[in-house]
């Protein structure tokens, strides 16, 4: 039976993006409301992110064991387990062990749903069509961050003022979200293609263990991905080509929030969420659906400079706001609209790199070696990033992120592209996504 990917690409990073987003950014909000300190906050959700860089220690299990579907389903339904735990757990006496325990599980099992979901798109789709639908899936992942950190963190906002109990309050959110996690499990068992490529791998020695051949073939893997051509032109561009975005990501928002005496734009939650959540999401979509376009009929090696500029001249608005400080909701959603617009265009030249550096055997656990070289390069400068900023102040702390953006010229400078990836080919290859 053939599904058409438009039925479960979105659906699927939506629900790769929502607990990432729960994870790093709403556990930080919620542990705040909760009376944590900021030392603690930061010590905690930056432990909380080690999953996503260390999951391809175990990715040769997502290859070796059962099937991407399979993994995509189970995982699925763990993360809405975990969420129920989280919202169980908040309003007792042991909230911050039990939650911390659950984030925990969402983590590693939201990370080795990204392996399994990254390694699907790719047997479930042709190439053409995974250079056309990489600004589609990106989109939906992002629109599950602003989702998340900004609808869902609002509703919790306005149900401590309608119960006038933030426990309780941000309980009810978690369980809101664990019954959404149901519905995509049973949405996704349903609509989820069966491609032929995606079976479980038998060992072919027998005369090797399960253990044995699975450590044999970890180290095939990693010595594989080692051994690619440009290997490290493609490292550096995976680790430096978002390191803007690393510095910006967290600070931005702070800066949208933070109080004029402070430097910021005193943004209320409510003109938060408008111009993260409604005008961001319009611009980052055209953009990432415009970029995944784009590369699906000229190929990534044309659009790769375009992308580049894309990604990192809009940085420049954050200067101006900082500077000249609008009171203007106006001023700010265009500004807001620009970057994100330019964010998403841009970000599909690194996501389609990192299916074309993954090519050959052991794709779906090379994949996974690149995101965690992809959540390592926006952990680092996020460990430091608002320490700067209090040194420097937002205005300095603006300028050094567009001193950061030359890495990301250079790295792609070093990139050697096949000029043929992504292009849309006359004959259909390996029809797969039925």
């Given at each position: 039976m053939r599904r058409n990917p438009w039925a479960w690409v979105p659906t699927l990073y939506f629900a790769e993006g929502l607990p990432n987003v729960a994870v790093m950014t709403i556990s930080l909000i919620m542990y705040k409301r909760l009376g944590l300190s900021n030392a603690d906050i930061t010590l905690y959700t930056s432990w909380l992110s080690l999953p996503w860089v260390i999951k391809p220690l175990w990715s040769p299990f997502i290859d070796i064991i059962k099937t991407k579907r399979w993994w995509i389903i189970s995982m699925q339904l763990l993360v809405g387990a975990a969420l129920g735990g989280v919202a169980f757990t908040i309003p007792g006496p042991y909230w911050l062990q039990g939650s911390l325990a659950f984030f925990w599980l969402m983590a590693f099992s939201s990370a080795t749903h990204d392996i399994a979901a990254d390694g699907f798109y790719m047997l479930g789709l042709n190439q053409h069509r995974q250079a056309y639908f990489v600004g589609i899936r990106n989109t939906f992942f992002r629109i599950a961050t602003i989702f998340g950190q900004g609808l869902l963190v609002m509703l919790a906002g306005n149900l401590e003022v309608i119960t006038r109990n933030v426990r309780y309050s941000w309980s009810l959110m978690f369980y809101g979200m664990a019954g959404l996690f149901i519905a995509f499990w049973m949405w996704h068992h349903y609509i989820l293609p069966h491609p032929s490529e995606d079976s479980q791998r038998y060992i072919q020695d027998p005369s090797l263990s399960p253990s044995t051949y699975i450590l044999l073939e970890f180290w095939r893997t990693v010595k594989t991905f080692f051994k690619k051509p440009q290997v490290l032109a493609g490292l550096f561009f995976m680790l430096f080509y978002r390191m803007p975005e690393g510095l910006l990501a967290k600070v931005?928002?702070?800066?949208?929030?933070?109080?004029?005496?402070?430097?910021?734009?005193?943004?209320?939650?409510?003109?938060?969420?408008?111009?993260?959540?409604?005008?961001?999401?319009?611009?980052?979509?055209?953009?990432?659906?415009?970029?995944?376009?784009?590369?699906?009929?000229?190929?990534?090696?044309?659009?790769?400079?375009?992308?580049?500029?894309?990604?990192?001249?809009?940085?420049?608005?954050?200067?101006?706001?900082?500077?000249?400080?609008?009171?203007?909701?106006?001023?700010?959603?265009?500004?807001?609209?620009?970057?994100?617009?330019?964010?998403?265009?841009?970000?599909?030249?690194?996501?389609?790199?990192?299916?074309?550096?993954?090519?050959?055997?052991?794709?779906?656990?090379?994949?996974?070696?690149?995101?965690?070289?992809?959540?390592?390069?926006?952990?680092?400068?996020?460990?430091?990033?608002?320490?700067?900023?209090?040194?420097?102040?937002?205005?300095?702390?603006?300028?050094?992120?567009?001193?950061?953006?030359?890495?990301t010229y250079i790295v792609s400078a070093l990139l050697d592209i096949d000029p043929e990836f992504g292009k849309k080919k006359e004959i259909r290859e390996n029809p797969t996504d039925e």
């Open positions: 931005s928002a702070l800066f949208l929030i933070d109080t004029q005496a402070e430097g910021g734009l005193g943004l209320s939650p409510a003109e938060y969420g408008l111009v993260q959540g409604t005008v961001g999401i319009i611009g980052l979509t055209i953009g990432g659906i415009l970029g995944g376009i784009a590369a699906s009929r000229d190929g990534l090696k044309r659009w790769l400079w375009p992308m580049v500029m894309a990604i990192t001249l809009p940085d420049l608005v954050y200067v101006y706001l900082s500077y000249a400080l609008p009171e203007s909701l106006f001023v700010i959603n265009i500004c807001v609209f620009i970057e994100q617009f330019g964010y998403g265009f841009g970000f599909s030249a690194y996501m389609l790199y990192l299916i074309y550096y993954s090519q050959g055997e052991h794709k779906t656990a090379h994949y996974a070696l690149c995101t965690a070289f992809m959540a390592l390069s926006i952990m680092i400068p996020g460990f430091f990033a608002g320490a700067l900023q209090e040194s420097v102040g937002y205005q300095t702390f603006f300028l050094i992120v567009i001193a950061a953006c030359s890495l």
